[in-house]
């Protein structure tokens, strides 16, 4: 079956630690997105990526990471530096031909104490 | 100036009746339209998308567009309990490279 997974659903962090939260697709896109939610709020862009080894900052990625090595996978680093990292975390994909329409995984729940 | 504007609700109906969830956009070279549904806890599922001006049904949802009007709107038929969700508006250019989301309208369906 074709789709986006995210691991772990649910993570949970001391802080000060820098955590890695896992995207990864099946469906041949070549672009992918992380976003943030937090409770009753929108989703806001962190990082997204285009093609392999190239990614742009969105909105909010200040202590934030990325790479993109494969096209399959897009892994995101909340970084220490990130003053409030609880919050759950969204990743989607989207074809960069034909409809524009993001598709995403189940998300990621992290929190940090 | 928000992009992409919705009532965040919360929007009530009963069992039956017909949920009529709005959105705004700023951007004119706005193209393609789509709208998410997101339970609690879960991640958004995308369930209808519109490019043309006029009505798109699926279903027991209809998709209406009024680019003149910079205007988006979701229309559930026959409303059922486990429609209660949250429904987000999305908006992206031609190619998809700039895409917004609204802040999402919140509905409950009471049985």
């Known amino acids: 079956d074709g789709g986006i997974t995210q691991s772990p659903k649910y993570l949970f962090r001391k802080e000060g630690q820098n955590v890695t939260l896992s995207c990864e697709q099946n469906l041949n896109h070549d672009a992918m997105y992380w976003y943030r939610q937090d409770p009753g709020q929108g989703l806001r862009l962190i990082y997204y990526?285009?093609?392999?080894?190239?990614?742009q900052k969105g909105d909010i990625a200040e202590g934030y990471s990325v790479s993109r090595e494969k096209k399959e996978s897009f892994p995101l680093t909340v970084t220490s530096a990130q003053k409030n990292p609880t919050a759950f975390y969204l990743c989607?994909?989207?074809?960069?031909?034909?409809?524009?329409?993001?598709?995403f995984g189940p998300g990621t729940r992290l929190t940090v104490t | 100036q928000k992009e992409v504007e919705q009532n965040s609700g919360p929007l009530s109906v009963p069992e039956g009746a017909i949920a009529s969830l709005n959105c705004t956009y700023s951007d004119r070279v706005s193209q393609s339209f789509f709208w998410y549904r997101q339970y609690s806890g879960k991640s958004p599922e995308l369930i209808m998308s519109?490019?043309?001006?006029g009505d798109k049904e699926d279903g027991r949802f209809t998709a209406q567009l009024n680019k003149a009007s910079q205007y988006v709107s979701l229309l559930i038929r026959d409303s059922q309990p486990s429609d209660s969700a949250t429904y987000l508006c999305a908006v992206s250019n031609l190619n998809g490279n700039q895409f917004y989301f609204g802040t999402g309208t919140s509905l409950t369906v009471i049985p």
């Open positions: 990526s285009q093609i392999v080894n190239d990614f």
């Open positions: 989607a994909s989207r074809r960069t031909s034909g409809s524009p329409e993001q598709y």
């Open positions: 519109i490019y043309s001006n």
